[in-house]
């Protein structure tokens, strides 16, 4: 739909006039303590535009798609994986997440961490690691590290 | 063009490896003391982020098109016109410009106004005011007092 031409930032991640929604619809997809506003949706927009908060100690989904995530970091602090890469993140660091990345998010121990997010309106599905993808993905220590917290099982 | 996975921010509105842009190629369109960064630009995707910043004082073209511009703003203090309304806007307040709409940001005399804008990658070129159109617009006191400044005389 198209939106209200002025929405004010109220405060720690929140917007006036936008709903926080839950992180995903599909309880098989395992994370922990993230919450999701679409800030801009469109008919005319080819992107969404959304927020995703992650509370402290909490993480996104470990997934890869198709489609490519271009993330603006936008507060607290945590580290991401993309492909092979652990990086510790801050405001404003720039994220792209190229087609078919395995990646995730995670907030530090005492901070969340906010980002936007942008996709395109039409994009397929995310896809989950087997235990095959995982086996592999732990074969680099830093990556077994960043995933070792629920390593694929259900948390969401 | 794909771009690295990970682009740190550096300080007032400046990123690692991220480009500063003049804000127009186009030398008719009426602005001041605007950059531009294009922050993600991807064949995959179907829309850019760019970051604009305009200096203490400075504002961007008077100006309206068919593409929508969806914009967060990421640092200091300003106002925008979008169709009939002038609003002031600080971080991270959510602007959409609908099609067709005369827009223009304005930085505060003390403060630059840094903001994220999404746009289609696919867009239309923007439509600048003619003499009846600005008329048009003044006849608003408030849209007269804030695009009085240079009111279409070409600044930038």
């Known amino acids: 739909m198209s939106g209200p031409i002025l929405r004010r930032y109220a405060a720690a991640g929140a917007w006036d006039e936008v709903e926080v929604r839950a992180y995903k619809n599909d309880d098989a997809a395992p994370y922990r303590d993230v919450t999701r506003r679409v800030l801009f949706e469109h008919p005319e ?3 969404a535009l959304r927020y995703f908060e992650v509370a402290p100690g909490g993480h996104t989904t470990l997934e ?3 489609h490519v995530h ?3 970091i936008q507060r607290g602090r ?3 994986l993309v492909g092979s890469r652990v990086e510790a993140v801050a405001p404003f660091d720039l994220v792209e997440v190229p087609p078919l990345a395995w990646h995730q998010f995670r907030a530090d121990a005492d901070a969340p961490l906010g980002f936007l997010c942008m996709v395109n309106a039409q994009r ?3 896809e989950l690691p087997d235990a ?3 086996a592999r993905l732990r074969e680099d220590p830093a990556i077994a590290a960043f995933i070792r917290v629920d390593g694929g099982a259900a948390t969401g």
């Open 64 to 66: 890869r798609h198709r």
């Open 78 to 80: 945590g580290r991401v």
């Open 132 to 134: 095959a993808t995982l």
């Open 45 to 47: 927009l080819a992107c």
């Open 124 to 126: 397929d599905r995310p």
């Open 70 to 72: 271009a993330v603006v």
